[in-house]
């Protein structure tokens, strides 16, 4: 099995710089897109990555207790059943560095590294529309060009540390969890302040508290958490998934968010209260993001959602023995899973430490970073270390970070000024022959990653098929149908209660000034799928070829 030591020395070393395709990031999507344009279609191409090693998301979030929430047999990629047979995972949730350590065996197993450039940051792309070429340049001034630009840059990748006044001057060491440094960090005997509630924060708190002499969390928005309920997978369940490789690919295509769990049919409000109870704490004891099953109205029907959210709101006030506590983390303001739901393993337990302490924001702001902590309205809490558990410029934010321009010198910020238009997620109309990878407008983030990523990536390769075997050089996406789209995809957001938390990085709002536009597609991966299919099979529907 590869490690990630030994598996990092061999950045590609060609001097190339024309490519039918480029690719920018090498994390699950950037993997898989590589793998299919050249092994399957023949095209040369070069992977441009930032980071020194691949694996996007799982190479950058090193912070304590960074683990997956979708369960390990359906967090991986599906499009070889001896893949599929040749790894095993430990945990019924993959724990960081085993993904890592998955996604490097994925490079070696199919010769990936050698067209993969390490430590190489875009900062441009331009469209050439007389050459009908994307022209990239990087940090370092390399430039490279080829017909094709697919961003697999990932939803999450731009963290997002907040203006607090006076960070500057603060003596002590402060991290993102986003970019955690690769020998980890040491809280032995020190005072840590977080801040942030997420679903990092909520994995992060319960390891740090477990070293730390001290953790206070400064909590903005109380979340709701269930229990991830993580153990060792037995050896009887790894022996069905290596036998039933086909079945797990089926069900993850079959189902709403491509997770290996169907969601119940009944609805909550036709379920007897008492029903209701039992069904919830038998979820709660399963534990995992299969608590959203349990009622098919639960994410469409306010009244549905409240049943959910009251029963958390309770086992928080169960759990957490001080009653000042208590009360701050289960002042909840949003529906369940209007905000990403983050699973957990102690979360609220942690709170019965006595090392932990709680902070509530919105009783008490925070006003600066001084010298030796974190001050809000109300008092100054001195800290030797400060986690910003504080997440991203979602969605947008990377592929913006870019400066990406596309035909007649638009670039992507002004076509994205009031908020992302895209069609279908998969391009932008003015931007020739460039894709993104579980972009803005597609299921992505609602989904189970790796599921959304492998039907873009073969949806962007049999699009480029289809182009070479007609003898046709450009695709655009029209912007009749990204307006259209655009609709849809609002649409389908209203017929949930996802837009009822205003607060949601769903929503941008958590980034000031950024355009306030619900992004992911939630109607579903299974509709969405089909969408696809169709446009293709109708010879691109929506999409300008020439
Ligand atoms: O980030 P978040 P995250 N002052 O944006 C607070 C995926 N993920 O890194 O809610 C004070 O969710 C902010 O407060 P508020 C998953 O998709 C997956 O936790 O804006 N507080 C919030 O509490 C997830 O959704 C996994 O009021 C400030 C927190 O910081 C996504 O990544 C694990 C603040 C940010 O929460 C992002 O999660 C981890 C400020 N100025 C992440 N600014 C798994 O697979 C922000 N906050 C398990």
Redesign the pocket.
């Known amino acids: 099995m590869a490690n990630e030591t030994t598996a990092q020395v061999n950045p590609s070393k060609d001097h190339k710089s024309e490519f039918d395709a480029l690719v920018v990031g090498a994390g699950f999507a950037g993997l898989y897109q590589l793998h299919c344009l050249r092994d399957r279609l023949g095209l040369s191409v070069k992977v441009l990555e930032a980071g020194g090693g691949v694996g996007g998301t799982w190479y950058w ?1 090193r912070y304590p207790g ?5 369960e390990s047999h359906v967090y991986w990629y599906t499009f070889s059943p001896e893949l599929m047979r040749e790894w095993e995972w430990s945990e019924r949730y993959p724990g960081q560095a085993e993904i890592l350590r998955y996604l490097n065996f994925v490079a070696d197993r199919f010769d990936l590294r050698k067209d993969i450039q390490l430590d190489t940051r875009v900062v441009a792309a331009t469209y050439d529309a007389a050459a009908n070429r994307w022209r990239v340049r990087t940090e370092a001034g390399q430039t490279f060009t080829a017909k094709f630009l697919i961003t697999a840059v990932g939803c ?1 990748s731009t963290a ?1 540390v ?1 203006n ?1 006044p006076g960070l500057e001057d603060f003596a002590g060491e402060w991290y993102h ?2 970019q955690w440094p690769h020998e980890g960090v040491d809280f032995t005997g020190k005072r840590v302040g977080m ?7 909520i ?1 992060a708190a319960p390891v740090i508290a477990a070293s730390a002499e001290h953790l206070t969390v ?4 109380a ?1 709701y958490s269930v229990p991830a309920r993580n153990a060792p997978l037995t050896a009887e369940f790894l022996r069905y998934v290596k036998d039933n490789t086909g079945e797990i690919r089926a069900i993850t295509h079959e189902t709403l968010n491509g997770m290996g769990f169907r969601i119940e049919e009944r609805l909550a409000v036709e379920t007897h209260p008492d029903d209701r109870e039992s069904l919830y704490e038998a979820a709660w004891e399963r534990g995992g993001l299969q608590f959203r099953a349990v009622f098919q109205d639960m994410l469409t029907d306010k009244k549905a959602n409240d049943t959910a959210a009251d029963f958390i709101k309770r086992k928080i006030r169960s759990i957490v023995t001080d009653p000042e506590k208590a009360a701050i983390l289960s002042d909840i303001d949003h529906p369940y899973a209007a ?2 739901p ?2 957990d393993t102690d979360y609220f337990e942690t709170y019965n430490r006595p090392n932990v302490s709680l902070v509530d ?1 919105r009783q008490a702001p ?1 006003e600066r970073i001084s010298r030796v902590g974190i001050r809000t309205t109300e008092a100054e809490y001195p800290v030797d270390v400060i986690v910003f ?4 410029d ?1 969605m947008t934010g990377p592929t913006l970070r870019m400066n990406i321009s596309g035909r007649d010198g638009l670039t992507l910020k002004d076509a994205w000024g009031a908020g992302p238009v895209t069609y279908l997620g998969l391009q932008v109309a003015g931007f020739p022959n460039l894709f993104t990878i579980t972009g803005p407008g597609s299921p992505s ?1 609602l989904t189970n990653m790796p599921v959304a990523i492998e039907q873009h990536v073969d949806w962007i390769t049999d699009c480029i098929k289809y182009l070479n075997q007609k003898g046709l050089d450009r695709v655009e996406a029209r912007a009749d149908a990204a307006d259209r789209w655009v609709a849809e995809v609002n649409e389908m957001a209203n017929k949930t209660v996802f837009p009822l938390a205003t ?1 949601s ?1 769903y929503l941008g709002a ?1 980034i000031p000034g950024k355009p306030r536009v619900f992004m992911p597609y939630a109607g579903g991966m299974v509709r969405y799928r089909q969408i696809c299919a169709e446009v293709a099979a109708g010879g691109y529907e929506g999409f300008t070829l020439s």
């Open positions: 979030n960074a683990r997956c929430d979708s999450l997002n907040p607090i969890t986003g801040i942030g509630t997420g679903s990092t924060g994995q400064f909590q903005r928005t979340n905000k990403r983050p699973i924001l925070i558990a504080t997440g991203f979602a983030v607060h990085w958590n």
